[in-house]
């Protein structure tokens, strides 16, 4: 970096003390963001780490009749519907488990209901 000296010494350190207080300053900042990133990426892996999952129940409960199927990631429900040839795969976010999807599955789950209009 180049000074230009103007009147003597005093100019110089003046100078070198305020590009100091700028790098520290900046320096300051940096950690600061870093901080803040690091405490974001913390909260989308783990939204919630203190909160107890609330069972909402089992597929009995709602009426349906469900397999358990076990796989690598845990273990699953399948619930069938004798009326369709579809499939449906519903799948529940971090912040929840499986039960939670079980109002949703209890209208899938079951037959169509017609009505005369």
Same mark, same amino acid.
């Given at each position: 970096m180049i000074f230009v000296i103007i *009147? *003597?010494? *005093?100019?110089?350190?003046? %100078?070198? !003390?305020? %590009?100091?207080? @700028? #790098? /520290?300053?900046? +320096?300051? +900042?940096?950690?600061?963001?870093?901080a803040l990133i690091l405490a974001a990426a @913390?909260? #989308?892996?783990?939204?919630?780490?203190? /909160? #107890? @999952?609330k069972d909402y129940g089992a597929p009995e409960d709602y009426g349906l009749v469900a397999e358990t199927l076990h796989? %690598?990631?845990?273990?699953?429900?399948? +619930?069938?519907? %004798?009326? !369709?040839?579809r499939v449906v795969l519903l799948c529940h976010g971090r912040s929840r488990n499986r039960s939670y999807l079980l109002p949703l599955a209890q209208g899938i789950g079951q037959p169509p209901q017609c009505r005369d209009i």
């Open positions: *009147g *003597g010494m *005093g100019r110089l350190e003046m %100078k070198t !003390s305020i %590009k100091r207080w @700028f #790098v /520290k300053a900046l +320096i300051l +900042i940096a950690m600061g963001h870093a @913390f909260l #989308v892996a783990h939204p919630n780490p203190l /909160k #107890v @999952f796989t %690598k990631a845990g273990e699953a429900w399948l +619930i069938r519907n %004798k009326a !369709s040839l």
